[in-house]
């Protein structure tokens, strides 16, 4: 894409993605909605958090990983550990990319 | 102007001194790890993806969403035709949609430009934080407060830190991990939102189904997996209070 192109598919990027941030805060009312919708999409933030991550740990380009030596893996393993242990936000970050590192350079994964 | 300038100044300074706003702030600290490192390996994709520092940094600040910059640069770079970026882009940001469906009791009460104004200002990291601080709503708290303080502590951070990526560009290695501290920071906040088993399955199920229809093309992965989790639970609940949708 040229420079120009580039800056209009910008502009466009940043309106879809405030139109969705924005979008049942824009309204004065309340949208009429199915209940089970309503019901439903308490569980759309942690299935969208959820579908974000388990593609990063478990596929290398695009391929479900075919050995269990993957240092992403047992990293986060270690991190969702830590988590259930220590309820840390910052101890599952380090400690599973503390794990990770170890595994790749230590053993060489 | 200057006037202006100073009213604006007292009024930050007036926020910044508010209990809830410090206390949103200091929530969002431990996250600046994760967030530093993710925005690194954004900035440094998008110094390689050749799109020039310019217009790398214009987009980080206005679009200000890491997953849908990093999914448009292939696109960008294979020159995609202009509505695919954006296709791809809504797909990607969906998830601000339920976001946006959360807030909307805590923040319904507040005048629309400020509601839009907080809008631009959401992300995973704030939204889990303050789900986690605010599981119900209760009417009388300043919980816009509270999401200023995180919000603007993750701004902050992101910013520096993708801004820092673009300009050092080709001098990280990705060997570092510091993507892979961005994946742990997304797995913690997910890990905040496991609070009941239903929300257990939700994640098992679009873990599954994001990486069974990983192939689809401008990431409609997770919208299937959205949709997938979100049907999957509305039928277990409707299964276990009975066909007549009885009420807990």
Redesign the interface.
Known sequence: MSPLEIFFTTIGMAVISLLCRAFFLIPKQDLPMPGWLREGLRYAPIAALSAVVAPELVLTQGHLIDTWRDPRVFGALAGLALYAWRRSLFGTIVGGTGVMLALRFGLGW | MTSRVAALRAQALALAGRPMFREGARDAV??A??IG?WGIVAGVAMAKSG??VP?AI??SV????G???IA?LPL?AA?AP?WV??AT??CV????????????PY??HLP?PQ??A???L?G?TN??LF?RRFPEHVPGQRYDEYFMGCALVTYGIWEVSIITGIVAGHGIPA?W?LG??G????????????RSP??WM??????????AA??LPLKL??VV??A????V??LI??ARTGPA?AKR
């Open positions: 431990p996250m790890i994760g490192a799109m020039g217009l214009f987009m206005l679009v200000y969403a997953s849908a910059q448009s960008i020159d202009m970026v954006w882009t809504l940001s969906l998830r601000f949609m339920a976001f946006s469906f959360h807030y909307r923040f319904a629309r509601r839009v907080l809008s631009y959401m995973d939204f889990a789900i060997s991990g892979f501290a994946t742990m920071a997304l797995l913690a906040l997910t890990c905040t939102q496991l239903s929300t939700a994640a098992v199920v679009a873990a599954c189904a994001a990486v990983y192939a992965n997770i997996a959205i997938a989790a979100v049907a639970c509305v609940d409707h949708g």
